[in-house]
């Protein structure tokens, strides 16, 4: 066995992660994260733990903390399982998606730690992870990993709350791959929903993909266009390289409207997506009602509203031409008589 300085580091003011990679440098944490690497480790040159086990098997990992500080710091670990988010990137730390219907088993099921653990001043503790594996066997990846976060503490909490300071929080997240075979599995990819919606308060058109499989969708991209329904002409369209999806996620993927209002009428999505090893092609039909139309049209803050100047302008002008007008007809009257 041997000890790997975990280089995986997320800010959690941050919306995304990608797949250990810094966001954040040693100097912001008041603790250090250790992995011990067990001897099952598939690819030893790793620091996450990325192991092969077998049926109901059970074994303890180990991530060594650390704290150089003079005060005790109080660390809780969470267990989540991977998802997908919009922008198609992994996250291995806590988001607000459901659970995939695909899902086997959750990793927060297979792995249970403490609730919090006291690193005491200068000093180091170990943090241990029970994993237990299903009894039947399974082919694939179960993904996710471990976030590691510095809890509040009474006077932090009292004084953010009061407004006087904003505090910028930091976690370590040490990601989890398990298996039990080499099987490789056949890729799939399932389009869902279909529908109206917002990203940061802009109007998009959302298709939900899903990977129903246990494994990887690598190097993933999408070619999107919606028209209307039994038209050719493209109204919206996107193009995305370069994405992720984690075994047994699901995401919804924005076609952005680019600060067009809603209109209500039938459409049609046309999607083609592909990853490493496979690719994809659906059609589905939805319909945008009135009534949702409405709603996201008034709340996009990128569509322009009425131009009351141009308004003013435009009826003061009308008023003018109109005066000049009675003022022209007058006089021609009076010189007529």
């Known amino acids: 066995m041997r000890k790997n300085t975990l280089l995986t580091l997320i ?3 941050m919306v995304s992660l990608v797949w250990f990679t810094p966001f ?3 100097s912001e944490f008041n603790f250090g994260v250790y992995t011990v690497i067990p001897d099952n480790q ?3 040159q790793q620091s996450y733990f990325n192991l092969k086990m077998v049926p109901n098997q059970k074994q303890t990992l180990t991530i060594q903390l650390k704290n150089d500080t003079e005060d005790d710091v109080v660390i809780e670990p969470k267990i989540h399982s991977a998802t997908t988010n919009l922008n198609g990137v992994v996250e291995y730390g806590p988001t607000n998606a459901e659970r995939d219907s695909t899902l086997p088993y959750e990793l927060g099921d297979l792995i249970t730690t403490e609730k919090e653990i006291k690193v005491p001043a200068k000093g180091s503790k170990d943090l241990y992870l029970n994993v237990t594996m ?3 066997e399974f082919d694939g990846i179960l993904a996710g990993g471990i976030t590691l976060e510095e809890k509040k503490t009474s006077a932090t909490t009292e004084e ?11 976690a370590y997240v040490v990601g989890i791959t398990l298996q039990e075979t080499d099987e490789e599995v056949q890729q799939d990819l399932q389009l869902h929903d279909v529908k109206a919606g917002q990203v940061n308060a802009r109007n998009v058109i959302n298709a939900t993909l899903q990977n129903p499989t246990a494994t990887y969708l690598n190097r993933f991209e999408v070619e999107a266009e919606v028209t209307k329904k039994g038209k050719t002409e493209v109204l919206y369209e996107s193009n995305k390289q370069d994405m992720q999806v984690a075994p047994n996620s699901n995401f919804d993927y924005p076609i952005e409207l680019n600060g067009e209002k809603f209109k209500t009428g039938e459409y049609t ?12 092609e659906f059609e589905k039909d939805f319909a945008i009602k009135g009534e949702e139309a409405q709603k996201f049209n008034a709340t996009d803050v990128s569509i322009e509203g009425p131009n009351y100047l141009a308004y003013m ?11 000049l007008s009675f003022i022209i007809y007058s006089r021609k009257k009076q010189k007529k008589q």
Do not use: F
């Open 11 to 13: 800010g959690i003011l």
């Open 24 to 26: 954040a440098s040693a």
């Open 42 to 44: 598939i690819d030893k």
């Open 134 to 136: 299903p009894e039947e």
């Open 160 to 170: 953010t709350n009061k407004g006087l300071s904003i505090e910028n929080k930091y």
């Open 269 to 280: 999505l046309h999607l083609k997506a592909k990853s490493s090893k496979e690719s994809w």
């Open 313 to 323: 302008v435009g009826l003061l002008s009308l008023l003018v031409v109109g005066l």
